[in-house]
């Protein structure tokens, strides 16, 4: 399908979605298969062994490249597979930049993993340039974001942050999990590649773990292709195919993301037990404006601080009826957690503080059920746990 004459909804159901050539089924077939006929030795038909490709990963990988806008899309058995890969295109003594508030296993595979392998990591604050700028040495080869950041929903500045890692020679990776393609395509601010956890709102159904890498880079395409060869972490035809029924309706589901996101959290703000709401939608969020010119809408992540003790927030997300408390995010129901002692347990005390994690903050994933029903849970959940 030609990309540019079709708008993303329209992408996101028919790119690398053909109906079947043989049989004329509508939807990519799994195709459960290890190998594939050779008419002659090294003559076949573009697939020989699935880890090599495999035809349902090709279908993901075209609609996945459609939806961020790029030339080349390959996937992976996680997002962290993903992120492994892009770690992959080092080497012993190279620098990487990064931000202070990565998601969790990204700091965990940085520095129990590449830190064994003598890369280092420098971990600043993106929201200031002049940090990152500083953090760059003749040795840095990679810059690596997240934006919106977890759980305080920080916003980096795409465009700048790639311009700094270009005038130092380095790859600007960004790590699109939270936005999606649907509200913030950041080849087009720069970046050189795009990182995803299909996990999250691509997937959309809490029912499949995938990742996936993006890029308008040939070279850098053949090498993400060498290593889902070489190291093996490649998803399954059945997953590609979830996947693949996940994507159709990431429009109509982000939509709804964020308009009830952006209704609780100006229920939140006017909330009297409520002390701070973390959601770029709101004017009173220091990346508002920022937010407002790189991505479409504010996504359905928030954050929030009650006037309370880490114990009485604890209570509170204990006492949610719709809103489940589990880690993750991006599926179609909502989810509740608190950081403190969920998923940000690994850091000290001290050090979370100081990042501005309060003991009381709660992250929701705002899913779309009826909005008026997630606004009453949450009050049920306030007054019995707080008065
Ligand atoms: C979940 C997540 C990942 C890791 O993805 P998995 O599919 O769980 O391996 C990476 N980055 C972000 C921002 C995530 O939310």
């Not at 929201?127 to 980096?156: C, G, K, Q, Y």
Request: hydrophobic fraction near 35%.
């Amino acid at each position: 399908m030609d990309d540019d004459q079709f708008r993303i909804e329209t992408r996101s159901i028919h790119a690398g979605q053909e109906p079947d050539e043989e049989t004329g089924a509508l939807m990519t077939p799994i195709h459960a298969n290890s190998t594939f006929e050779q008419d002659a030795p090294g003559d076949h038909r573009g697939y020989e062994y699935s880890r090599t490709g495999n035809p349902t990963r090709t279908d993901l990988e075209e609609n996945l490249a459609s939806l961020e806008g790029a030339e080349y899309g390959r996937c992976f058995a996680s997002g962290m597979a993903s992120i492994n890969t892009v770690l992959n295109l080092l080497e012993a003594g190279d620098h990487v930049v990064t931000g202070n508030d990565v998601y969790g296993g990204t700091h965990r595979i940085f520095t129990q993993v590449y830190e064994d392998y003598d890369l280092e990591f420098s971990f600043v604050d993106m929201t200031d340039l002049e940090a990152i700028e500083e953090a760059f040495r003749p040795e840095t080869e990679l810059l690596w974001l997240e934006t919106p950041t977890n759980p305080l929903m920080s916003i980096v500045d795409i465009e700048g942050a790639a311009e700094i890692a270009h005038d130092h020679d380095a790859l600007c990776a960004i790590d699109n999990t939270f936005a999606t393609p649907y509200l913030q395509n950041p080849l087009e601010l720069g970046a050189d590649v795009v990182s995803h956890s299909l996990t999250k709102y691509l997937g959309g159904h809490s029912d499949v773990v995938g990742g996936a890498l993006l890029t308008n880079d040939e070279d850098l395409d053949e090498e993400f292709g060498f290593y889902q060869n070489s190291v093996g972490a490649t998803p399954g035809p059945f997953e590609s195919f979830l996947v693949l029924r996940g994507t159709k309706t990431l429009p109509v589901r982000m939509d709804r993301h964020c308009k009830n996101a952006s209704e609780i959290a100006s229920w939140l703000e006017d909330h009297p037990d409520v002390e701070r709401v973390y959601y770029p939608g709101l004017d009173s969020h220091p990346g508002h404006e920022l937010a407002a010119e790189q991505m479409d809408d504010f996504g359905g992540m928030l954050s929030f601080e009650l006037d309370a003790s880490l114990e009485e927030a604890s209570e509170v997300v204990s006492s949610t009826e719709v809103f489940t408390l589990a880690e993750s995010l991006g599926g179609v129901e909502s989810l509740i957690e608190q950081p403190a002692p969920m998923t940000h347990a690994a850091i000290p005390r001290e050090e979370r503080l100081e990042a501005g994690l309060k003991d009381s903050l709660i992250r929701v994933s705002v899913g779309i059920e009826h909005v008026d029903d997630l606004i009453a849970d949450l009050e049920g959940a306030f007054e019995a746990a707080l008065n």
